[in-house]
């Protein structure tokens, strides 16, 4: 029962990848991991024994001990990719507002100058809009 249940995860897992990916609202870049973690669940699913022979070839205990151990480092993985994501997004971000403030600067700078060079001078007299009036 929990063999099926660990593929059916699996293959759930994938495919909602593969939906998310194909309707663009996931990168490629993080659809790459979560397909290999699916593949590896799916193959851990199908093939138990090899979860036990991991553990013995570690030297771990307990199967479960060796996965919480391996999710446990993913998590952190993914936490630490994610931040690196954060941190270069900011910058952009920082970077973008930058030139937008020195873009907004130079427009209301121009359009005081467009302002100044359309008021009429002393002297010269205003024409009428309506010469015939």
Known sequence: MIIAFGIALALI???????MLLSRKLREKYAILWIVIGL??????????????????????????????????LLLGVSLHLSWEISQ??????????????LNAELERLSRRIDQLSMPTPEEP????NPAA
């Open 13 to 19: 897992l994938v495919s909602i990848v593969v939906y």
């Open 126 to 129: 205003e024409t009428p809009a």
């Open 89 to 102: 997004a900011e910058d952009e971000i920082r970077r973008v507002a930058e030139e937008s403030a020195i």
């Open 40 to 73: 590896v669940v799916l193959v851990l699913g199908i093939f138990p024994q090899l979860l036990e022979w991991f553990t013995v070839a570690l030297g771990v205990q307990v199967p479960s001990n060796l996965l919480f151990s391996l999710a446990i480092l």
